[in-house]
């Protein structure tokens, strides 16, 4: 079958280097953003979430930027590593129960 | 394990032969959703539901139906396939509906409607 992989923006690193993967957001009122990283084969994973009252979050390896005058939301990886091959998703919540998903980048880290 | 599944995981059928892929979440969670993703168009959500007899429509559910009888359970039916409904279906489900939560998805199920 058709891989998701297809027609998405692709980001090509090598091990080692910080990898940063962007998302332009739609709703101004959008109150709440979560990145999810989704592997060949595999449903999506919750990396990192950050809520509209702050501008940066950071977990393991992983740094969220949230700027919410140009709606724009990016996700930093430290030192990739060939694991961290896969699709990323940024999706943002701006009403009760709907999370709306970017279209996703596709991460290539060569050894 | 905590977790969301899904059965089948890969599922071949003919135009207007009904079918379910069933779902099930072990975590106690209220919010489940449906999704369907395909290139170049991203996950879209198809229903969710809130909680136990709470289901409303996502942003595609034409040709789809849901129920959610129980807590853990949350099936999508499809009472008449048809080939536009190919596609890589996930079902999901969080802690709360409110939206700020994570939400945890299962392995997908492959669906190919000839």
């Known amino acids: 079958g058709e891989s998701v992989g297809l027609h998405l923006p692709t980001l090509s690193v090598q091990e080692g280097d910080n990898s940063i993967i962007n998302c332009a957001y739609s709703n101004s009122a959008s109150d709440y953003f979560i990145w999810y990283k989704q592997e060949s084969g595999k449903g999506p994973q919750f990396i990192i979430d950050?809520?509209?009252?702050?501008d940066k979050r950071q977990g393991q390896r992983v740094t969220v930027l949230l700027n919410k005058t140009v709606k724009h939301l990016s996700l930093q990886i430290a030192a990739t590593q060939p694991g961290d091959s896969a699709v990323y998703f940024c999706a943002e919540n701006s009403g009760y129960s709907t999370l709306t998903f970017g279209k996703g980048t596709m991460l290539l880290v060569s050894p | 394990e905590a977790q969301v599944t899904q059965n089948p995981r890969y599922l071949i059928t003919v135009t207007g032969k009904k079918l379910t892929v069933t779902c099930s979440q072990n975590?106690?969670?209220?919010?489940m959703s449906w999704y369907r993703q395909d290139p170049g168009l991203g996950l879209r959500q198809i229903y969710y539901s809130m909680n136990v007899e709470v289901t409303d429509k996502g942003d595609v559910p034409e040709g789809y139906k849901v129920s959610r009888k129980e807590k853990r359970n949350f099936p999508l039916i499809l009472e008449s396939p048809s080939p536009n409904q190919t596609s890589l279906y996930f079902c999901a489900s969080s802690l709360s509906g409110q939206g700020r939560a994570e939400q945890f998805f299962g392995p997908g199920t492959r669906l190919t409607v000839l």
């Open positions: 950050i809520r509209s009252n702050m």
């Open positions: 975590m106690n969670h209220e919010y």
